[in-house]
T-cell receptor, first 113, second 116 residues
Framework: AQKVTQAQTEISVVEKEDVTLDCVYETRDTTYYLFWYKQPPSGELVFLIRRNSFDEQNEISGRYSWNFQKSTSSFNFTITASQVVDSAVYFCALIDPTDKLIFGTGTRLQVFP | EADIYQTPRYLVIGTGKKITLECSQTMGHDKMYWYQQDPGMELHLIHYSYGVNSTEKGDLSSESTVSRIRTEHFPLTLESARPSHTSQYLC???????????????FGQGTRLTVV
C-alpha cells in the first residue's frame, strides 16, 4: 500500500537559518512519482517539484534543494537561508500505477524575523 | 496557468439538503481527484478517477458520491448534508506529458462548505 510520512508536524526557525523537511514514502511499485507542494496561509497549493522513481539526481532551485534517496525511500526538502515568506505548510505527495495521489500530513514551517 | 475550476467557492447550507460541488478542467487530464481538507491540515483523498466512467474511493471514508461522464467534469454530490461535512473540498487533476507518466496535480481554488 502507498504511504507518505512527514514526521515533523511543525518546525520553527529564525530567518537565515537552513531547514530540512523530511519525507519518507512507501510503495510496492518500481515506477512512481514524488512531489512537494507549498500551501501558504492564503490556502492555494503551489507545486514545487516533481521527481520520478528513475531519476535520483538531486535538484537545486535557488534556495530550495531536494535530496531523493531510493535506498532509504526518502525525498527530503531543504530551504537554505530561510525567509519569512517561506512560512507555510509543506506537503510531500506520491503517485504510483494505482493512480492514487496521496499526501503526507504536512509540515508547518514558521520562519520568524 | 492551471485551468481547473470549482464552484461554488463558498456554500452555507442547512442539514439534510442535497448538494453538488462542481469541478471542471480544460486541460484534457485523464486523472481527477477530490480531497477534503480543514485549513492547513492534512489532505484526505476521498475520491479519484483515472478516466471517463471510472471512479474509485479514496482512503478517507466519505458519504459523498462522484461521477465522471465527461473527461472535463468531476462533480461531487452529498445526498444529505450534515454538520460533520463542514470542511474545504479541493478538486485536482493530472495528466501526462512528453516522456512522463504523470504531470503534477493542478488544484482548484476549493469549495468551503459549512453545514448548519
Amino acid at each position: 500500500a502507498q504511504k507518505v510520512t512527514q514526521a515533523q508536524t511543525e518546525i520553527s526557525v529564525v530567518e537565515k537559518e537552513d531547514v530540512t523537511l523530511d519525507c519518507v514514502y512507501e510503495t510496492r511499485d518500481t515506477t512512481y512519482y514524488l512531489f512537494w507542494y507549498k500551501q501558504p496561509p492564503s490556502g492555494e497549493l503551489v507545486f514545487l517539484i516533481r521527481r520520478n522513481s528513475f531519476d535520483e539526481q538531486n535538484e537545486i532551485s535557488g534556495r530550495y534543494s531536494w535530496n531523493f534517496q531510493k535506498s532509504t525511500s526518502s525525498f527530503n526538502f531543504t530551504i537554505t537561508a530561510s525567509q519569512v515568506v517561506d512560512s507555510a505548510v509543506y506537503f510531500c505527495a506520491l503517485i504510483d500505477p494505482t493512480d492514487k495521489l496521496i499526501f503526507g500530513t504536512g509540515t508547518r514551517l514558521q520562519v520568524f524575523p | 496557468e492551471a485551468d481547473i475550476y470549482q464552484t461554488p467557492r463558498y456554500l452555507v447550507i442547512g442539514t439534510g439538503k442535497k448538494i453538488t460541488l462542481e469541478c471542471s478542467q480544460t486541460m484534457g487530464h485523464d486523472k481527477m481527484y477530490w480531497y477534503q481538507q480543514d485549513p492547513g491540515m492534512e489532505l484526505h483523498l476521498i475520491h479519484y478517477s483515472y478516466g471517463v466512467n471510472s471512479t474509485e474511493k479514496g482512503d478517507l471514508s466519505s458519504e459523498s458520491t462522484v461521477s465522471r461522464i465527461r473527461t472535463e467534469h468531476f462533480p461531487l454530490t452529498l445526498e444529505s448534508a450534515r454538520p460533520s461535512h463542514t470542511s474545504q473540498y479541493l478538486c485536482a487533476s493530472s495528466g501526462r506529458a512528453a516522456g512522463l507518466r504523470y504531470t503534477e496535480a493542478f488544484f482548484g481554488q476549493g469549495t468551503r462548505l459549512t453545514v448548519v
